[in-house]
């Protein structure tokens, strides 16, 4: 049984996505167990409202303290002990959960990664991995948005954490990685782009790490196949991933104008109506999952403040099939960490990259 | 007469496209003249196989060098004086040419910029102005390239330049300013972002600029209307536009496999066929005109690389109307930029801004 611990009070549409995704996923789910965290009262009523039994595999545990977004994310954790989101991250720690997936804070969920579940071994700094759907297949983000300013040792080592998520929760043998910048020539980029362009290009050279550096990518190469895994800093990525959602949005209302401009576009729209459909769903963000957060010693999954109940029921899907990919994750991790901290430590050492606290 | 100087030689399609849409424009565009700069033997050639004469309104400059994409952009427009961009330039300098388009090498652009034409009174660098569609109208982001790497008093900079320019060319009374950023909320952003969002602060709270500044914004709300100019640094912009860009046509792929999905789909693609093309030409980058470099003393068009003949006469038709206007924004930036560059005094000065070279 994979028990899934559910943040109910997390998301814009709290608690309400968050129990209709649970109670989709248990009825759907084999060996799928949730834990609904939040204000037991109002849960058990809107649970006796839906008709659904407040018993296992759909259980509910209470916690009194719901993190805002106006909250400070440092001192929520520390502070709100009992906060549903901290509580589900306790539940991991002690044993009681095997994975987190909350639409609240980001910013608080990384605090309650670092704070509780602490670093995976060599780990400098989690980052958050959103894996987008490109023409014919998908890639990987990493960072879409846990750590703004990096170092460039940083930056290099979110090549290996995309990239051994690729390989093991992907299936993808020696995924192909690029670094997003403003150009492909060498000569383009940041100081911080440049540098950490230097260390991956060693990190690609080693035959052991079974990753394929390519170089620099720009914005347009991310959906066009070319690459697996997208490395770029919290800040650029928070960016590029959602400037392609509003796009993504925006070119969905332009279809839509399109569609009304004559008779015959209308019908046509008619007719294409179920395949349109596939595509809204396909594009729109807040009908995604979540975006793991990788790095932390247990499974993390990070969903848009505006998830639906579809996204959530798909996010806790995700985080049981990263459930069942945790050991091969960690040992994977944990090897390709040990060869590039050597690889670090000839230009400076990794204590350069790391830096504490929450951005 | 408006004479716009086309670099014949520049794009990767050059020079049928650069020739296909100037015979286009001068055919199509009143008052306007075209002056093809480049090889004249083959402009020559090429123009007599299209049926065209080599005569005003569409006349041919020799030029017997070329800038590549190989080029490092200061050394090239230095020593390659002959080259057809850097006599486009020349040609505007000397009065005899109205504005610059070109799709070569921006970098080169850029250096050309500064190294023949220099910038207006009062501007530190000169940036690059991209106006994207939006639901129900269109945005300008600045920068879009030029500089990776501004101090904060730039970046806070790109927001007088955009905001003129929104004024003075797209007719917009008060435009409404944002910011990008990784997040809404002030505690977000990097630490360049959040010395620009308070110099911006106060550059909104100044009625006679007629900018009104809302703060951060996300990558999501470029394309939402919610405000008429984005300021971001030349990294960030570049990323965040070609991601939108490479959004799009991914979306049209994905759009394409729905329509193949079924009998039904298909034919309903069919009827939508006209409305879906007018839906591509929107969204292709390819098809779209050039992006203004804002901030230098002239009027300079840069194309994409790819630009299409469709694009580059849409971006001869922009230089021309940009020519129009020129009077009105040279005098509204140099008021603008003399009331800003009080505002920076107080926070260090301008010549914190004012950096050399070419990124």
Chains 1, 2 share one sequence.
């Not at 490109?134 to 960072?143: A, I, K, N, P």
């Not at 690729?166 to 670094?179: D, E, N, S, W, Y």
């Not at 697996?228 to 990525?237: K, N």
């Not at 050597?342 to 606290?357: E, V």
């Amino acid at each position: 049984m994979r028990r899934i611990a559910v943040d109910a009070m997390g998301g814009d549409r709290a608690p309400a996505a968050e129990l209709d995704a649970a109670a989709a996923a248990v009825r759907e789910g084999a060996e799928l167990e949730v834990i609904l965290v939040g204000d037991q009262p109002r849960l058990e009523e809107e649970l006796a409202r839906r008709g659904v039994p407040a018993r296992a595999p759909l259980s509910i545990h209470h916690a009194s303290q719901v993190i805002t977004m106006d909250d400070a994310p440092a001192a929520a954790v520390r502070t709100k002990k009992d906060a549903s989101m901290r509580v589900c991250f306790d539940l991991c720690k002690e044993g009681r959960a095997d994975a987190v997936v909350s639409a609240g804070h980001s910013g608080a969920m990384l605090a309650c990664g670092l704070f509780v579940l602490g670093r995976l071994p060599g780990v400098d700094r989690p980052a958050i991995v959103t894996t987008l759907p490109t023409v014919g297949g998908s890639v990987v983000l990493c960072d879409m948005g846990a750590n703004v300013d990096p170092r460039p040792e940083l930056l290099a080592q979110f090549g290996v954490l995309g990239g051994v998520h690729a390989q093991v929760a992907l299936g993808r043998t020696r995924p192909r990685v690029g670094l997003l910048s403003n150009g492909a020539e060498e000569s383009k980029g940041t100081s911080l782009t440049r540098e950490a362009h230097a260390l991956l290009k060693r990190i690609g050279a080693d035959p052991g790490l079974g990753l394929a550096y390519l170089g620099y990518i720009e914005g347009r190469d991310i959906f066009g196949g070319a690459v697996d895994v997208v490395v770029t800093d919290g800040f650029t990525g928070n960016v590029a991933v959602k400037t392609a959602e509003g796009a993504g949005l925006a070119i969905l209302a332009f279809l839509k104008e399109a569609f009304a401009s004559s008779a015959r576009a209308r019908l046509g729209a008619l007719l294409a109506r179920p395949a349109l459909q596939a595509l809204k769903k396909k594009i729109d963000y807040a009908e995604n999952g979540g975006a793991p957060l990788v790095g932390v010693d247990g499974v993390v999954m990070i969903c848009h403040g505006a998830a639906t109940a579809p996204a959530l029921e798909t996010a806790i899907f995700q985080a049981s099939r990263m459930v069942g990919h945790r050991a091969a994750f960690r040992e994977r991790l944990a090897a390709a960490v040990a060869r590039t901290q050597d690889i670090w430590q000839s230009n400076g050492g990794p204590d350069r990259a790391a830096s504490g606290g929450v951005e």
